[in-house]
């Protein structure tokens, strides 16, 4: 190869939605022994391609969805995620998860490690967590962007103690998610779907027993352009299509990018391809129209998020083998 190309993403949509469906009716009926799906959908896109190859793989009457917003959800997610429900023709429950949230001191936790860094902190403001560093070729720093009512901006560095109890706090949402999941896949006979793309997975950009849990994850090998790629070729709704790839987490309005990736999607899909196939780092960056350094940093900063989220991908460790298991 001479020159990275942007072709170097594109697949057969039809054919891969066709192995796709076949590979979750296989996995649903024979290796899992359940009736249907569930899938949690947030008017994202890659959970509504989920969805939609699981009725595709299933139909719609096997295929149970949930939306569940709390207080710092998009409106306009919960709308799209209905619009994709009637779409899909498939039975839909909303379950507010605010009130669990407060019970278990999520937003309270939360709200006191940003006090920590900007004590005029409190009713009224909005917040988000930024990265920067790791893609300039720079130790990682989180930074606390927070709005107070009037509209004006303040942005704090935060301390690693208060990073990660804002981060744990907030991941409290990713996990009351996946207990409802699992409620109604046990009710229901049915597996859990996981949503993630293939970034998403290789970086470890999901919660460990949150979003991170599930049955099966039918999109986990599809880079995120290609996810978008498939919304439309599955003829899914143009307000899905067009959704554009945030967090959904934070009260202010966080691009994945900003909080994690450190490169909009596109670029980032085409940075893991080129790395995952030898591509030099002078040919991402002629690519992306970037300096070569910087992609350098872009790989290594992918190589580091590799090494740091590993334990996320682990199953439990047993301190002595139970061979019995391994056999049954």
């Not at 959908?41 to 595709?56: E, K, N, Y």
């Not at 009130?99 to 917040?127: F, S």
Request: hydrophobic content about 40%.
């Amino acid at each position: 190869m001479t020159a990275l190309d942007w072709n170097v993403l594109d697949i057969d949509y039809e054919q891969e939605a066709d192995r796709i469906a076949q590979r979750l009716r296989d996995i649903t009926a024979r290796e899992l022994h359940r009736r249907g799906l569930v899938v949690a959908i947030s008017g994202g896109i890659d959970s509504s391609v989920s969805a939609a190859l699981a009725v595709r793989a299933l139909g719609p009457e096997r295929v149970f969805t949930l939306i569940l917003p709390e207080r710092d959800s998009s409106d306009d997610s919960a709308a799209r995620a209905t619009i994709l429900a009637q779409h899909l023709g498939v039975r839909t429950e909303t379950v507010d998860i605010a009130p669990a949230l407060a019970a278990i001191g999520c937003y309270r936790a939360r709200d006191a490690a940003v006090r920590t860094a900007l004590p005029e902190y409190g009713d009224g403001w909005k917040m988000k967590i930024v990265i920067d560093g790791g893609t300039q070729g720079r130790i990682n720093r989180f930074r606390l962007i927070a709005e107070a009512p009037d509209g004006t901006r303040h942005e704090r560095d935060l301390g690693l103690g208060e990073y990660l109890t804002i981060v744990a706090a907030t991941n409290f949402k990713q996990r009351i998610r996946k207990t409802l999941e699992y409620f109604h896949a046990d009710r229901l006979n049915y597996a859990v779907v996981g949503t993630p793309n293939r970034v998403e997975y290789d970086q470890g950009f999901f919660v460990k027993n949150g979003d991170g849990s599930a049955d099966v994850k039918p999109i986990a090998h599809l880079y995120k352009s290609q996810v978008y790629g498939m919304a439309r070729h599955l003829g899914l709704p143009e307000r899905v299509c067009d959704a554009q790839p945030t967090t959904d987490t934070y009260s202010l309005s966080q691009g994945q990018d900003e909080f994690y990736y450190g490169l909009p999607h596109r670029q980032m899909d085409l940075a893991l391809w080129a790395l995952n196939h030898d591509v030099p780092a002078a040919q991402l960056a002629g690519a992306l129209q970037i300096s070569e350094l910087h992609a350098q940093a872009v790989y290594d900063d992918i190589h580091n998020k590799r090494r740091t989220t590993r334990y996320l991908h682990r199953a439990p460790v047993l301190v002595a083998e139970v061979g019995e298991l391994a056999h049954a």
